[in-house]
């Protein structure tokens, strides 16, 4: 019984947070003081200077009906609503004609996906590694140097980690490309290390940042586990200190940390956007800044749901699992 | 001073630095930093040009300071607005209760889910790199209140039950009073941390933005800097005080307003103590 109202809070707060998210991607373009449609036919026309006037107003019609902008407000709403929710449909890419966004996105969340996953478990492995040696050794000097470290890292933004990598591999000493290739197409053990050798550098931003944050939690948190009575007493019982670490300190304090990997979803995703865009990284993020670039309203409107779409849904797969994991935690 | 730990100290002398840079130097300049060809294109740093100029004829320099005041703006007008906001609505939730209660904490948790960066790009996108500073503080303080909010409002609801305040609101003190007097000092030193970590999280967010050319592109902001510097391939032309200062500058602001975030913590939990 408690379980379902559990779930049916946190199902509240998922639909909640992609009506309201979706709401706004729907009303933010419509509250801009340029209309879409018309700078788009105003940029064809100063392409061609020989149109004719029925020519645009065929035009108008067509991509007021791509755009979906036909009707009243609400009904505009409604229709956008019912077919982002029932059929995915975001209409098709008005600068890839006729291809629909639905597909695009379907190239690139894998790509995001992979990249984001891979470092983010990189990094908070790592990450919780070091604090908690930095955590339970916390008189070594290196646990020092070690926090100092993470300290210095974990507040400097992705994207900034992202242009110093590429400065130092990639202008300095130049053993990454420029431009990173991910121009493969099918498996093949070659193709496999073309895109892991053009990965290094973008996930390598995101797991330094990530790792830092990691580092500083896992020190603070195993340092206080460390001095609590029922360590002492495991330690007095004269149990190898490798059980004290494994049995006793950590899954104490790696729990708390799967709690904070679910909090951090949306900031990471964040970062992994604009990492790829520098990179250009073939995921969500520069498919988000090739519509923006080419004003393709149908392909920005897309992924941006998709993105919101994906993090809440993350969200609420972690903090639904995660009573399953931790005793101490009980639907409430 | 006397208890400051070695992260106030350190934290506080960064952020001092920038301060004078960001908020005392650029009295001393007169003239448009972000004009083009004020200057001969690509100088080398000189007495008269500190950084150098860029081969747009800007002075690196001045830029820089003039960028940092404006990040600063930037994070503090959102650290003020979604603090207050925060704490306020927090503080009513909690001693309020029932359905107004509910209902603004589905919206906090809506708002912490919801990624802020797309919505951020796509109002960028919409006024082509030409909104305003405020509309994006504007919508940055949209997404930063529901962190204070939540935390205050499970500070006060533990406080509401507390002795202290049944005895106060038994001897007729007015509500107002109640929470000024005998809450907020209680709120004050978490809303200290958190509004220094809104300041970090703004800044970081509009030089994001800036840097994909997202934000106000004719406003000098540490993000905007890099942003045409990349636009002007300084990677590629080695012009690396261009991009490397705002880099540096970033790293250092974020570092510093770390370690002061970090320190108060520290400094007030042993005042407490005591």
């Known amino acids: 019984m408690k379980f379902l109202k559990f779930l049916g809070s946190r199902l509240v707060t998922y639909v909640f947070v992609i009506v309201l998210g979706m709401t706004a991607v729907f009303f933010i373009p419509r509250f801009m003081p340029s209309d879409p449609v018309e ?51 975001f209409g098709p890419s008005l600068t890839m004609y ?11 969340l894998p790509w995001t996906m992979g990249l984001l996953g891979v470092s983010t478990l990189i990094s908070w492995l790592i990450g919780n590694g ?18 100092g470290v993470a300290i210095c890292i974990y507040p400097i933004p992705y994207y900034i980690f992202a242009l110093m990598l590429i400065m130092v591999f990639a202008y300095i000493i130049p053993i990454f490309p420029l431009s990173a290739n991910f121009n493969v197409s099918g498996f093949s053990w070659e193709n496999l290390k073309t895109i892991v050798w053009n990965s ?34 495991a330690r007095m019982k004269g149990f190898k200190e490798r059980t004290v670490i494994t049995r006793y300190i950590l899954p104490n304090t790696v729990l708390p940390q799967i709690t904070m990997l ?26 988000i800044y090739r519509g923006i670039l080419q004003a393709d309203y149908n392909l920005i409107m897309g992924t941006i749901t998709i993105s919101i779409f994906a993090v809440a849904t993350a969200t609420l797969v972690v903090d639904l699992i995660y009573p399953f994991i931790d005793p101490r935690v009980r639907y409430n | 001073m006397k208890h400051w730990n070695f992260r ?29 060809n004020t200057y001969p294109n690509n ?11 860029n081969s747009l004829g800007q002075d690196i320099f001045w830029l820089l300071c003039s960028s940092i005041q404006n990040s600063f703006l930037i994070g503090l007008f959102v650290a003020v607005l979604a603090t207050a906001i925060g704490v306020l609505v927090g503080l009513a939730a909690g001693l309020q209760g029932g359905i107004a209660d509910r209902i603004i904490m589905l919206l906090a948790d809506t708002f912490i889910v919801i990624p802020s960066l797309p919505i951020l790009i796509l109002l960028g996108s919409l006024t082509k790199g030409t909104a305003s500073l405020f509309l994006i503080g504007g919508v940055l303080v949209v997404f930063n209140w529901p962190w204070p909010a939540r935390q205050v409002r499970s500070m006060s609801l533990t406080i509401r039950e507390s002795d202290f305040i049944s005895t106060a609101r038994f001897s007729g003190e007015s509500t107002f009073r109640i929470l000024y007097k005998e ?32 934000s106000s592109n004719s406003n000098a902001t540490l993000g905007t800097m890099i942003y045409w510097a990349n636009q002007h391939q300084a990677m590629l032309g080695g012009k690396w005080l261009w991009i490397g200062a705002p880099v540096v500058a970033i790293c250092l602001i974020f570092i510093g307003l770390f370690l002061f975030m970090t320190g108060q913590q520290q400094y007030s939990a042993l005042r407490r103590g005591k």
């Open chain 1, 39 to 89: 700078a788009m036919l105003g940029q064809m026309m100063s392409k061609s200077n020989s149109m004719e006037p029925a020519a645009v107003d065929a035009m108008r019609q067509t991509l007021n009906e791509n755009f979906g902008l036909e009707g009243t407000l609400a009904e505009q709403y409604l229709g956008y609503m019912q077919r982002v929710i029932f059929t995915q449909d």
């Open chain 1, 98 to 108: 006729p291809v629909p966004v639905k597909d695009l996105i379907a190239t690139s």
């Open chain 1, 130 to 147: 070091i604090g908690l040696l930095a955590g339970i050794k916390k008189d070594k000097a290196y646990s020092k140097v070690l926090e």
């Open chain 1, 200 to 233: 290094i550098l973008p996930a390598l931003s995101l797991i330094l940042t990530g790792t830092g944050w990691w580092v500083i939690s896992m020190t603070t948190l195993s340092r206080n586990t460390n001095e609590e009575d029922f360590v002492a007493f």
């Open chain 1, 262 to 287: 679910a909090l951090q979803i949306g900031t990471i995703f964040n970062g992994a956007l604009i990492t790829e865009i520098l990179f250009n990284y073939p995921g969500i993020g520069s498919l």
């Open chain 2, 8 to 36: 106030l100290k350190l934290g506080v002398v960064i952020l001092l630095v920038f301060a004078v840079l960001g908020f005392v130097l650029p009295i001393f300049h007169t003239g448009n930093v972000t004009e083009w």
């Open chain 2, 43 to 53: 100088l080398k740093p000189s007495m008269e040009h500190f950084l150098g100029t």
């Open chain 2, 183 to 214: 809450i907020f000092p209680f709120v004050k030193d978490w809303s200290i941390g958190n509004f220094i970590n809104t300041v970090l999280v703004a800044i970081g967010a509009e030089s994001g933005l800036a840097v994909i050319g997202m």
